[in-house]
């Protein structure tokens, strides 16, 4: 159940890293060609050049967008997700790693060393 709950996360995050980009990206993409082909238009440039100067920065602006939705999508559904994850692991493997030896003594991977004597017995 874990696992499926997990997949599901992953596809949350992933679905709407796309939507987001994608949407973003041609929003974004076609305002700055638009104000870019307009400006180079009005100042005389031939179209070829306006469309291929648009074309390299709407991938640009592509680019940077996505990253920013990846970031955001990763931070917000996954990162969370792992770092309770490693956490609650940390923590179950320090519990466990502290056992109680013959004669009081405890084995502990804490400051005190491998080995920590409780002290004189019946002081």
Request: aromatic content about 14%; glycine content about 14%.
């Amino acid at each position: 159940m874990d696992k499926m709950k997990e997949e599901i996360t992953y596809f949350k995050a992933w679905i709407l890293f796309f939507l987001v980009a994608t949407v973003g990206g041609f929003i974004s993409g076609a305002a700055v060609g638009g104000v870019i082909g307009f400006t180079m238009g009005v100042m005389g440039y031939p179209l070829e050049t306006v469309a291929t100067l648009c074309k390299v920065i709407g991938f640009c602006i592509g680019v940077a967008i996505s990253y920013l939705c990846f970031k955001w999508s990763v931070g917000k559904y996954i990162l969370p997700q792992m770092v309770s994850k490693h956490l609650f692991n940390a923590i179950s493997r320090t519990q466990a790693s502290e056992t109680t030896l013959k004669g009081g003594y405890t084995r502990s991977q804490g400051a005190g060393g491998p080995f920590n004597h409780p002290g004189p017995q019946g002081a």
